[in-house]
């Protein structure tokens, strides 16, 4: 076991995970839907941009800090919200709150979490924000927002891409499930994860805890794998956002936008942020990958409401990807991947270490770009040519070496 200060970037914690977290688990974490074009574009349309170097400039006193939709933020970075995350370790939801709340960021709960809307507000003590999917049990939905309500929950992330699921063909070949049905290779595969078995064993939080006990007629393992394949609303539109909104009563977020058209919308829905993101390359294979959307979409909601934040989320990897998301427009991003990978590593000490290397990473790359406060930088830290195409939407060209 590597000491966390050898850790060095999202990649050793992301090889630590895999060899710690059981296979079904990982994988859910770690693919995206069809051929993963999407999935694999996300982080390397980021590694195209290239930064501009500047010296002998005063980089003393430097500040990441910022504020997402009024919320005080150490840099401009949320945990993103994820289904399963109590799977990838132990209370996994609870740990990584309480990560995020120590170092400064906000955390997002998912719907789909292991670990209740409940569970997270008695062990933690900063406002969390919550994730909604939109369910045909419209009685069961509205009794989500006023838990989320109840546990002080301080906006509300409404996802608007996963009307339908996109096809992740490892979930269909390990038989994803929460917990692990005990099939043969299940067994064989939980073998060799003797900690992730233990301290699984420690908790009985080991299924939907937003759902069970909570939704009608869900009552045990096989009907909630029926009611969740059967819930998801797929005639949700913009004109439910009004009523979300309505019943919520506070700040809302819209999660999963990629085009400016549908960007307009949401800044006149209403909403006080809106993120462009691919569902992290899990929904639509062949989309473009968010860093190429945000630019576009930027320029479009401006243009319509000034004051709605727009984030980014998919692909972020690192402190430098953040930098670059700041760059290229986005007031603020959400991760993913990176703390889920730093979770299945180490539980909460590895969430913070994530949080920890993305900083390190953006505040001594801000340096070097010549800047010292994240709130005022700009594409001109960016290399020219390595970043206008992705303004377009157009796919880079690399020239030609003569």
Request: hydrophobic share 40%.
């Amino acid at each position: 076991m590597k000491s966390l200060d050898k850790i060095t970037d999202i990649e050793d914690l992301r090889l630590i995970a895999k060899r710690k977290v059981p296979k079904m688990f990982y994988d859910y974490v770690d693919s995206g839907s069809w051929t993963q074009t999407t999935y694999r574009n996300n982080e390397t349309d980021f590694d195209r941009i290239k930064l501009r170097q500047r010296v002998l400039v005063d980089m003393d006193n430097r500040s990441l800090a910022s504020h997402m939709i009024d919320t005080p933020v150490k840099m401009p970075v949320a945990i993103a919200p994820t289904g399963f995350t109590g799977m990838m370790w132990a209370d996994g939801e609870i740990h990584a709150a309480k990560a995020a709340e120590k170092f400064g960021v906000p955390f997002s709960l998912s719907t789909m979490s292991i670990c209740s809307i409940e569970d997270v507000a008695t062990h933690t003590s900063a406002p969390f924000w919550f994730q909604l999917y939109v369910m045909r049990d419209k009685v069961f939905m509205q009794n989500l927002i006023n838990r989320a309500k109840a546990a002080n929950c301080s906006a509300l992330i409404l996802t608007a891409d996963l009307q339908v699921l996109g096809q992740r063909h490892k979930d269909i070949k390990n038989g994803l499930s929460a917990p692990p049905k005990p099939t043969f290779a299940n067994i064989l595969n939980l073998m060799t994860k003797p900690e992730w078995c233990m301290n699984m064993l420690g908790t009985k939080r080991r299924t939907f805890g937003n759902i069970v006990g909570h939704a009608q007629g869900v009552g045990d393992l096989s009907s909630l794998s029926s009611w969740t394949a059967e819930q998801f609303d797929p005639a949700l539109s913009w004109d439910d956002v009004a009523r979300i909104k309505e019943l919520w009563g506070g700040k809302l977020i819209i999660k999963g936008i990629m085009e400016p058209e549908d960007a307009v919308l949401a800044a006149k829905s209403g909403a006080d942020a809106l993120v462009v993101s691919n569902h992290g390359g899990r929904q639509l294979d062949g989309a473009p990958s968010s860093i190429a959307a945000l630019s576009d979409i930027v320029q479009a909601v401006k243009a319509e409401r000034s004051d709605i934040e727009v984030w980014l989320d998919s692909g972020i990897r690192s402190g430098q990807d953040v930098l670059k998301a700041v760059a290229m427009g986005a007031t603020g991003t959400m991760i993913g991947r990176a703390f889920l990978y730093g979770l299945g590593a180490y539980g909460e000490d590895g969430v913070r270490r994530a949080l920890e290397l993305i900083y390190k990473e953006c505040d001594v790359s801000m340096a070097f770009c010549g800047h010292t406060d994240v709130q005022q930088v700009t594409d001109d830290i960016l290399v020219k040519g390595t970043f206008e195409h992705l303004k377009s939407g157009m796919p880079h060209i690399a020239p030609m070496p003569w």
